[in-house]
C-alpha cells in the first residue's frame, strides 16, 4: 500500500483545523470519501439522475442499470449467492430492525430467547430489547470476559434450544474486539436458531464471506467503507426473506394493487419501498471499486500494524487507560485520561488538529461494565500514517499537561 498516494485521493484530508493540518482520527463513526467515490455520486446528478425501474427513458434506463449494478457489485464483495439476497436500506440500523420487525416478531413467542452481548451497539441492542417486549421472548446476554471478549464456552452455556434468534457484532466500535461470528453461528444453528452480524465496523476493514460466516443476516453500512451516508444493507438467506413480509408500503415494492388487497414483487424489491437510495448505491459500488482496488488484506494488514504502533506509543502515558484486548483487535483504540473528561480531551485535541471521538459511542451498557461514563476512541483507516499517531501522542502530552497545570 503506498499510503501517500491513498491520502491525495482524499480532498477532505488536505485542510488545516484550528491552525494544524487536520489528522482525521474517526473513521469508526464516519469514514472520509475518495475523490472517486465523490465524482460517482456527482456524475449520476449531473448525467443519469432519473428514478429507477420505472421509465422507459434513457435516464431512466442508465439510472435502473447503475443501482441493480451496485447490488450486484456489493453482492460479489461480501459474496452472497444471489442479488436477491441484498436489500438496500439507509444502513445498519435499518437492516437490524428490519430483521427485528418482520423475522423475530413473527416467529419469537413468549418464553423464546434472544442472545446478544453486552458489547453491543445501541442499534443491535434496542431493536431486540422491543421485539421481547412485544413477544414476551427472553433478552439473554453472554457475559463478557475482563479484556471485553467473549468465549464459545460462554456461548455454548448462554445459547439454548429455546433461542429462536442470535445477533452479535462483528468487529466492537469501543473495544475494537473481533468476534468469533463464524462459530457463534455454528452453535447458533446446532440449537435451531438464527444468526444476525452486525457488521457495520467489519465490512470496511476485513474480507468479509457470508457465506463462509454462514450467517443468516448480515447488516453494513456505506458511510463506514468510503461510500456517502444514508446507504447500506441487509444480507439475508433467500428462503427466510422470501418468509418475511415487508415493514414498509407503498410504491416501488408493490406487484398489484386493488381496492383491499395488494400483492408485493420478489426479493430484493418486496423490502425497498419508495424511490431508493440511488445515488447512494451509486456511490458504494465506486467505494467497493476503490477498496477492492487496494486489497481488503491490505487494508486489514496496515490498521493492524498501525493499531499496534499505536499502543506501542500510547502505553508510554503515564494516567492513561486503554480498554479492550492487548493484541488481536482492530483498528480502533479507545482510552480515558486520568481526571480528565474524555469531552475535554476531545476539545484539547481537536485545538491540535486531531480529530476523536469521545461519548458512550451509543453502547451504554458497554461503558457501565468498563464503570465509566465515557470514553475518548482513536480510530484509523487505510489513509492513516504512523506520523497521525505521533500527532496523537503529541497532543494528549499536552492534554495531560495542560489539566495538570489547570488542577495546581
Not at 89 to 96: D, K, L, N, Q, S
Not at 137 to 157: F, H, N, R
Request: aromatic share 8%.
Amino acid at each position: 500500500m503506498n499510503i501517500e498516494e491513498i491520502r491525495r485521493q482524499f480532498p477532505i484530508l488536505h485542510q488545516e483545523v484550528n491552525g494544524h493540518p487536520l489528522v482525521y482520527l474517526d473513521s469508526a463513526a464516519t469514514s472520509q470519501k475518495p475523490t472517486a467515490v465523490i465524482e460517482a455520486v456527482k456524475n449520476y446528478y449531473e448525467w443519469d439522475n432519473a428514478n429507477v425501474h420505472r421509465g422507459v427513458h434513457t435516464l431512466g434506463s442508465r439510472a435502473t442499470d447503475a443501482y441493480e449494478g451496485a447490488r450486484e457489485k456489493l453482492r460479489r464483495f461480501i459474496n452472497a449467492r444471489s442479488t436477491e439476497e441484498i436489500i438496500f436500506t439507509r444502513g445498519t440500523t435499518t437492516a437490524i430492525n428490519l430483521v427485528a420487525s418482520s423475522y423475530a416478531r413473527a416467529v419469537c413467542k413468549e418464553g423464546d430467547e434472544i442472545v446478544i452481548t453486552p458489547m453491543e451497539h445501541h442499534s443491535n441492542l434496542i431493536p431486540w430489547q422491543q421485539v421481547a417486549q412485544a413477544t414476551g421472548a427472553v433478552l439473554k446476554y453472554i457475559p463478557l470476559q475482563q479484556d471485553g471478549s467473549i468465549s464459545l464456552e460462554d456461548v455454548e452455556k448462554t445459547i439454548t434450544e429455546k433461542t429462536k434468534m442470535v445477533s452479535v457484532m462483528y468487529v466492537s466500535n469501543v473495544l475494537g474486539v473481533v468476534n468469533p461470528v463464524k462459530e457463534i453461528a455454528a452453535i447458533a444453528h446446532r440449537h435451531g436458531a438464527k444468526m444476525l452480524v452486525d457488521g457495520a465496523q467489519s465490512t470496511p476493514h476485513l474480507k468479509v464471506d457470508v457465506q463462509d460466516l454462514d450467517c443468516d443476516f448480515y447488516a453494513l453500512s456505506g458511510h463506514k467503507m468510503c461510500a456517502p451516508t444514508g446507504i447500506g444493507a441487509l444480507y439475508g438467506k433467500k428462503e427466510l426473506l422470501q418468509e418475511m413480509e415487508p415493514i414498509e408500503f407503498g410504491g416501488e415494492m408493490i406487484d398489484h394493487v386493488g381496492l383491499y388487497n395488494s400483492t408485493w414483487k420478489d426479493l430484493p424489491w418486496k423490502f425497498e419501498g419508495g424511490t431508493p437510495i440511488i445515488a447512494g448505491a451509486v456511490g458504494l459500488a465506486a467505494a467497493i471499486d476503490f477498496l477492492e482496488s487496494i486489497g481488503m488484506e491490505n487494508i486489514d494488514r496496515h490498521e493492524k500494524q498501525l493499531t499496534s504502533y499505536a499502543l506501542e506509543r500510547m502505553v508510554e502515558i503515564e494516567g492513561l487507560t486503554i480498554y479492550g484486548p492487548g493484541q488481536d483487535r482492530a483498528g480502533l483504540v479507545t482510552f480515558n485520561l486520568d481526571d480528565v473528561h474524555p469531552h475535554d480531551v476531545a476539545t484539547v485535541l481537536d485545538a491540535e488538529g486531531v480529530a476523536v471521538r469521545a461519548g458512550h459511542h451509543c453502547c451504554q451498557p458497554l461503558m457501565r461494565w468498563l464503570n465509566v461514563t465515557a470514553t475518548a476512541r482513536a480510530s484509523f483507516y487505510l489513509y492513516n500514517t504512523e506520523a497521525d499517531v505521533d500527532r496523537l501522542i503529541t497532543a494528549l502530552i499536552k492534554t495531560k499537561e495542560y489539566f495538570g497545570h489547570v488542577s495546581t
